[in-house]
Every structure is written in structure tokens, then in C-alpha cells.
């Protein structure tokens, strides 16, 4: 499927609204670090993450508990590591308020093409 560019921006900038980057060093009960880097976007309405998600073909969805009397039922969409690498590529030009850390997805995997 061809993405336009229509459909690319109003991704990034559910992204930039709703959207959350992960880019961090933990350390494991190995002794070791890692690197976990995630993506998500957490929201009570199921279409549009649904849309989002078939629109950058990637990640999982699934709903997410929300505490408290009347509460809507939340859903999550998230993809991590080398995914989360080609939903960044998609949506950083697009992107404003998540560019820095989208930007620093791309850095660690060593892809230089939006590093200005």
C-alpha cells in the first residue's frame, strides 16, 4: 500500500499530540545494559489507533484497564526496537513536537538521512 503524505501527517501529528517515545538505558539483572526504545499512543477511542496502526503498519493494540467509577475503557497502541525505527522513519518529517526524540530513535540505529 503507498502512503500519501495526507495520511503520513495526520499520523505524525496524532503522534505529536497523543504519542509517547521511550529511549532509555536500563540495567539488567544480568549485569548488563539495554536499551529500550518504544512507541506508544494511549486513548480511549479504538479507531483511530486502529486507523494509526494500519496506516504505519506496525505495533499491537490492545485495550488497557482505566480505574475508577465511569471511566472509559482505555486501548494502546505501542511498537518497540526495530519497528519503532521504521514508524519513526515514516513519521519524522511530519513531525514537530516528537522530532528530538524520534530523531534519537533513528541516531541509535545508526540512521543518518534525519540527523540535521
Known amino acids: 500500500m503507498q502512503l500519501n503524505k495526507e495520511q503520513l501527517a495526520y499520523c505524525a501529528g496524532l503522534f505529536d499530540g497523543e504519542g509517547c517515545v521511550m529511549y532509555k538505558q536500563y540495567l539488567c539483572n544480568d549485569g548488563y545494559r539495554r536499551w529500550r526504545v518504544t512507541m506508544e499512543i494511549n486513548m480511549t477511542e479504538k479507531n483511530v489507533l486502529h486507523y494509526f496502526m494500519s496506516t504505519v503498519n506496525a505495533g499491537t493494540l490492545a485495550s ?3 480505574k475508577g467509577f465511569g471511566r472509559k475503557l482505555q486501548w494502546r497502541w505501542r511498537c518497540s526496537n526495530r ?3 521504521r514508524v519513526a522513519e515514516l513519521l519524522i518529517p511530519y513531525s514537530k513536537v516528537k522530532h528530538p526524540k524520534l530523531r534519537q530513535i ?4 545508526g540512521n543518518k538521512k534525519f540527523n540535521q
Do not use: D, P
Not at 106 to 109: A, F, Q, R
Open 106 to 109: 533513528l541516531e541509535h540505529y
Open 83 to 85: 519497528k519503532a525505527l
Open 64 to 66: 488497557k484497564i482505566n
